[in-house]
């Protein structure tokens, strides 16, 4: 069932344990919109996990192979894109996404990310971390996510049905 129809792609960017894949789901359910998720896109074209990727090749490599596969997933329409937290730390990435899409920021407490993201376990750039390191990784991230971002929604404490109707009346 087809709710709302919007003239651009949906793309969803935030810190990990923001809720991007989570959202992403129920946002594409809930507008008819196809949904990628491009750590999946990555995993499942790599036949390996993110993890595997990061240790076996490295974090430049990872950032290539993410930069290539957000330029490919960009071209589509009416498309709910969820992307991995870093992918604003390249600017090509910004660009790219924006030329279709408009880009919504799911902000969070750095408590409510820390207490999610540990409880998720196995990302590669969070084990190990204590609490003040996320923090500082955060605060540095801020930045980037609020200059790409077209839309930005604080969802600590919010239920994912709450999160989607936001998104669909800000898009
Ligand atoms: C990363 C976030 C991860 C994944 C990779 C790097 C980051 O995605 O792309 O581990 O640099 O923030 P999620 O935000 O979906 O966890």
Redesign the pocket.
């Known amino acids: 069932q087809m709710k709302h129809v919007f003239p651009h792609n949906i793309v969803l960017v935030?810190?990990?344990?923001?809720g991007?894949?989570t959202v992403g789901q129920y946002l594409a359910d809930m507008s008819g919109y196809a949904y990628y998720d491009?750590?999946t896109i990555?995993e499942e074209e790599a036949g390996y996990s993110?993890?595997e990727m990061?240790s076996r090749h490295g974090e430049a490599f990872?950032r290539s192979v993410?930069r290539k596969t957000i330029e490919r997933v960009s071209n589509n329409d009416q498309a709910v894109i969820?992307?991995?937290?870093?992918?604003i730390?390249d600017q090509r990435n910004v660009v790219c996404l924006k030329q279709k899409g408009k880009v919504v920021w799911l902000m969070a407490e750095p408590e409510t990310l820390y207490e999610r993201?540990k409880l998720q376990g196995t990302?590669?750039?969070i084990i190990n971390r204590t609490f003040a390191e996320i923090e500082d990784m955060i605060k540095k991230?801020q930045p980037l996510y609020s200059v790409a971002a077209d839309y930005r929604i604080s969802i600590d404490r919010k239920p994912v049905s709450d999160i989607v109707d936001a998104i669909l009346d800000l898009v």
Do not use: Q, W
């Not at 935030?14 to 923001?18: H, I, K, L, P, R």
């Open positions: 935030g810190f990990m344990g923001s991007k894949t491009i750590d990555i993110i993890s990061f990872f993410e969820s992307c991995g937290g870093g992918c730390l993201i990302r590669p750039l991230r």
